[in-house]
C-alpha cells in the first residue's frame, strides 16, 4: 500500500489549487504584439476615426469600446469625421487543425460534433487621413477551443479587451 506523508499531502493539494486557479481564469488572457511602430509624425496626430471595423457583429460595440478608451487615455480625441489617423480593426481566425480549414469558428450549427480549435486574430492598422501612409500596426490574438454545441462566451470579454488593449497601445508614441 502506498502512504503519502503528510506534509506532502498538503503541498501536492496546494499545487493542485493553485494549478486548477490558473487554467481556470486563462480563458480571458489576449496575447497581442505591435507589428509596426513609429513611421509616422506622431506630434501631429491628435484626433483618429474608426473605419471598417471588420469585427464580428456580437461583439463590434465592446471592442470599439474597449478600443476608444485605451486610446483616449493616451490624450486621443475620436472624430469620425476629420481624425488625423484612420483606424481599422479587422478579424480573422487560423483554424489549428488543418482538416478543419473550412469550418467558419463564428457560424457554428448545432449539428456540428467536433471541437474546434483556432486562433482568433484583430489586426489593427493606423494610417495618416492625409496621404494614407500606415504609421502603426499591431494585432492581438487568443486560442480558443470550442466544444460542441458551446456558443460564444462574452462574459468578461469586455474587461480582457481594455487590458489588452492598453498594454498593446503602451507601445504607441504619446502626443
Not at 46 to 74: C, H, K, N, W
Not at 92 to 111: K, T
Request: hydrophobic share 40%.
Amino acid at each position: 500500500m502506498f502512504k503519502l506523508h503528510p506534509v506532502k499531502a498538503i503541498g501536492s493539494l496546494l499545487f493542485l489549487t493553485i494549478l486548477t486557479a490558473c487554467s481556470s481564469t486563462a480563458g480571458t488572457r489576449i496575447g497581442n504584439t505591435v507589428t509596426l511602430c513609429c513611421p509616422g509624425n506622431y506630434a501631429n496626430y491628435q484626433s483618429y476615426a474608426i473605419e471598417d471595423a471588420g469585427v464580428p457583429f456580437f461583439m463590434r460595440d465592446y471592442v470599439i469600446m474597449e478600443f476608444d478608451t485605451a486610446f483616449q487615455e493616451l490624450g486621443m480625441v475620436r472624430n469620425d469625421g476629420s481624425g488625423d489617423i484612420i483606424v481599422n480593426l479587422n478579424y480573422r481566425h487560423v483554424n489549428l487543425d488543418s482538416e478543419q480549414q473550412d469550418i467558419d469558428p463564428l457560424m457554428r450549427v448545432e449539428s456540428m460534433t467536433v471541437e474546434l480549435r483556432y486562433i482568433a486574430n484583430i489586426d489593427i492598422s493606423m494610417r495618416e487621413r492625409a496621404g494614407g501612409k500606415i504609421v502603426w500596426e499591431g494585432t492581438i490574438s487568443r486560442i480558443h477551443t470550442v466544444q460542441p454545441g458551446e456558443y460564444m462566451h462574452e462574459e468578461g470579454a469586455s474587461t480582457a479587451f481594455l487590458a489588452t488593449f492598453r498594454d498593446l497601445l503602451s507601445e504607441y508614441p504619446r502626443n
